[in-house]
């Protein structure tokens, strides 16, 4: 008994030193945070700098017994937040055809219901691979069927408003409105004034389905419609005036319909080199044609509905090789029943996920009995440095 006592009057005192230790320590950190709170806020000179980045992307083909060289693209972004509210992007494109303004758009950040509405000049969500830029593509030229069809890119003036809606599904419904659709669709110009019957109007359905931890499936809809076009007709070649004149015909309507689906294997337990990707992408226009070619009367001419489309397989062999297989079928739009057939075989090298080389082999054929054909042999060299905003995109 007398040990027990003993030892808890030399407890008493060590527990008193240790709580007030403890509370020495609790109020020097109090002081420290204090301290801290008070000081003026440290920053760099680059803090409110917007993130760069660029692409640069260098091709050579050879056409039969011609070879060309040419710098495709030497691609500039910027991009930042505004505010809490909004972000915004820009992207120069200078190539052998000159500096160009490629996007500039304001998207929103903080609206209510999942809502987003996006501004300026951007690429309309119309289809998949339209709105990839040239050096994402998973071969080196973009398919002949949305180069015909679409104008190349999907660059557009305008703007567009997604819905996310509030299922377990992810399903997204995005409308726009625009002077027009296709960086190279000479249907409209930009810079012209126009009535609201005279836009192009946009309604995309898109969703992604889930096969289990390794496969996924994405699926969209897109419908592209401009109510009126403005043609140039020759009123000499219908009448007794020699009068060239811009007028509004009845019947201009068109439009430009589109599916697309992407399967993707991405197995869980091969890390992010193995994989299959699967791209489809069907498309219809609708359109009453006008003299598209050379020495043409530019007379109205009938409607005509026609219809092109590719299909590519794409292979992830380990951390570098990536082998691509596309076929591309385009109908004629002013005389549906002549195809273009183009066949490509190509062969990326990744080095790094920032540079990559890639070599391809096209066949180009038309459907007419006789008609010609050409072997395209291709060569790419791309490299990516900096925050680029979309980089080599797998997805």
């Given at each position: 008994m007398r040990h027990m006592i003993l030892t808890l009057l030399l407890l008493v005192p060590s527990a008193a030193r240790a709580q007030g230790a403890g509370e020495d320590r609790i109020k020097a950190l109090e002081e420290r945070l204090n301290k801290l709170e008070g000081a003026p806020a440290k920053t760099s000179l680059s803090a409110f700098n917007p993130a760069m980045g660029m692409s640069i992307d260098a091709a050579f083909r050879q056409t039969h017994d011609r070879g060309t060289f040419n710098l495709r693209g030497a691609e500039l972004n910027v991009e930042a937040p505004v505010d809490p509210y909004l972000k915004a992007w820009a992207i120069i494109n200078a190539n052998g055809g000159g500096v160009g303004l490629e996007e500039a758009a304001l998207e929103t950040t903080a609206l209510p219901y999942n809502l987003s509405v996006r501004g300026g000049r951007l690429f309309a969500s119309f289809g998949r691979l339209g709105h990839f830029h040239t050096h994402e593509l998973p071969v080196i030229d973009r398919p002949n069927s949305l180069a015909t069809f679409i104008g190349g890119e999907t660059q557009a003036d305008g703007f567009e408003a997604s819905y996310l809606l509030p299922t377990d599904a992810f399903v997204n419904v995005t409308i726009g409105m625009y002077n027009k659709i296709g960086g190279e669709n000479a249907r409209a110009a930009n810079d012209a004034p126009r009535a609201l019957s005279h836009f192009t109007y946009l309604g995309r359905l898109a969703t992604t389905v889930e096969l289990g931890e390794d496969h996924q499936v994405d699926l969209g809809l897109s419908s592209a419609w401009t109510p009126k076009r403005h043609v140039t007709e020759n009123m000499a070649t219908t009448t007794s005036g020699n009068i060239v004149g811009e007028v509004t015909k009845k019947n201009t309507w068109r439009t430009l319909n589109g599916v697309d689906m992407t399967y993707?294997?991405?197995?869980?337990?091969?890390?992010?080199?193995?994989?299959?990707?699967?791209?489809?992408?069907?498309?219809?226009?609708?359109?009453?044609?006008?003299?598209?070619?050379?020495?043409?009367?530019?007379?109205?001419?009938?409607?005509?509905?026609?219809?092109?489309?590719?299909?590519?397989?794409?292979?992830?062999?380990?951390?570098?090789?990536?082998?691509?297989?596309?076929?591309?079928?385009?109908?004629?739009?002013?005389?549906?029943?002549?195809?273009?057939?183009?066949?490509?075989?190509?062969?990326?090298?990744?080095?790094?996920?920032f540079q990559k080389v890639r070599g391809a082999f096209s066949q180009v054929t038309n459907s007419l009995p006789g008609s010609w054909h050409n072997d395209i042999v291709g060569l790419q060299w791309t490299a990516v440095f900096g925050r680029h905003v979309h980089g080599f995109r797998d997805r």
């Amino acid at each position: 008994m007398r040990h027990m006592i003993l030892t808890l009057l030399l407890l008493v005192p060590s527990a008193a030193r240790a709580q007030g230790a403890g509370e020495d320590r609790i109020k020097a950190l109090e002081e420290r945070l204090n301290k801290l709170e008070g000081a003026p806020a440290k920053t760099s000179l680059s803090a409110f700098n917007p993130a760069m980045g660029m692409s640069i992307d260098a091709a050579f083909r050879q056409t039969h017994d011609r070879g060309t060289f040419n710098l495709r693209g030497a691609e500039l972004n910027v991009e930042a937040p505004v505010d809490p509210y909004l972000k915004a992007w820009a992207i120069i494109n200078a190539n052998g055809g000159g500096v160009g303004l490629e996007e500039a758009a304001l998207e929103t950040t903080a609206l209510p219901y999942n809502l987003s509405v996006r501004g300026g000049r951007l690429f309309a969500s119309f289809g998949r691979l339209g709105h990839f830029h040239t050096h994402e593509l998973p071969v080196i030229d973009r398919p002949n069927s949305l180069a015909t069809f679409i104008g190349g890119e999907t660059q557009a003036d305008g703007f567009e408003a997604s819905y996310l809606l509030p299922t377990d599904a992810f399903v997204n419904v995005t409308i726009g409105m625009y002077n027009k659709i296709g960086g190279e669709n000479a249907r409209a110009a930009n810079d012209a004034p126009r009535a609201l019957s005279h836009f192009t109007y946009l309604g995309r359905l898109a969703t992604t389905v889930e096969l289990g931890e390794d496969h996924q499936v994405d699926l969209g809809l897109s419908s592209a419609w401009t109510p009126k076009r403005h043609v140039t007709e020759n009123m000499a070649t219908t009448t007794s005036g020699n009068i060239v004149g811009e007028v509004t015909k009845k019947n201009t309507w068109r439009t430009l319909n589109g599916v697309d689906m992407t399967y993707r294997w991405q197995p869980a337990a091969g890390g992010l080199y193995k994989g299959f990707l699967w791209g489809t992408e069907v498309l219809q226009n609708n359109e009453r044609t006008y003299g598209r070619n050379v020495g043409d009367d530019n007379l109205p001419k009938d409607r005509a509905m026609s219809y092109a489309g590719y299909s590519f397989i794409q292979l992830k062999l380990g951390r570098h090789w990536r082998p691509t297989l596309m076929v591309d079928v385009t109908q004629n739009i002013d005389a549906a029943r002549t195809n273009t057939n183009t066949l490509t075989l190509a062969l990326a090298y990744d080095f790094t996920e920032f540079q990559k080389v890639r070599g391809a082999f096209s066949q180009v054929t038309n459907s007419l009995p006789g008609s010609w054909h050409n072997d395209i042999v291709g060569l790419q060299w791309t490299a990516v440095f900096g925050r680029h905003v979309h980089g080599f995109r797998d997805r």
